[in-house]
């Protein structure tokens, strides 16, 4: 399991250290798509369910409206610099800490 601390996100990233993350928090569960109009950088995404599971991950370029979505409908999705998913052995089914389940099910 992994622990991390969201952020929020700002529009025109231009860089992003791996100890920050964009958070989002969505209002409900529902397949939810990114893009990245304001993003300087690439980025991979992580939709994740209720629990902090991952339910799949997507890498996205910069200052693209291409649509990156969820597989499955979720609640959170965390973005981060293109590849740390993978560079830290992350995959869909892997459970992200700090996710407040019960407050997702309010």
Same mark, same amino acid.
């Given at each position: /399991?992994?622990? !991390? ?13 791996? #100890? ?19 993003? !300087?950088?690439? &980025?991979?995404?992580?939709? &994740?369910?209720? =629990?902090?599971?991952? #339910?799949?991950? =997507?890498? /996205?370029?910069?200052?693209? =409206? ?11 999705? !965390? =973005? ?9 052995? !992350? ?16």
């Amino acid at each position: /399991m992994t622990d !991390l601390k969201p952020s929020a996100r700002r529009p025109y990233i231009a860089s992003l250290d791996t #100890v920050k993350i964009a958070a989002n928090i969505f209002d409900g569960k529902s397949v939810h798509c990114m893009w990245m109009r304001n993003t !300087l950088i690439p &980025l991979s995404v992580a939709f &994740l369910d209720d =629990e902090g599971r991952i #339910v799949n991950i =997507e890498d /996205m370029k910069p200052q693209t =409206e291409d649509s990156h979505c969820a597989r499955a409908p979720v609640r959170y999705a !965390l =973005e981060m610099t293109q590849g740390w998913f993978a560079q830290r052995g !992350l995959k869909p089914g892997a459970v992200i800490g700090g996710i407040n389940a019960s407050a997702a099910k309010k």
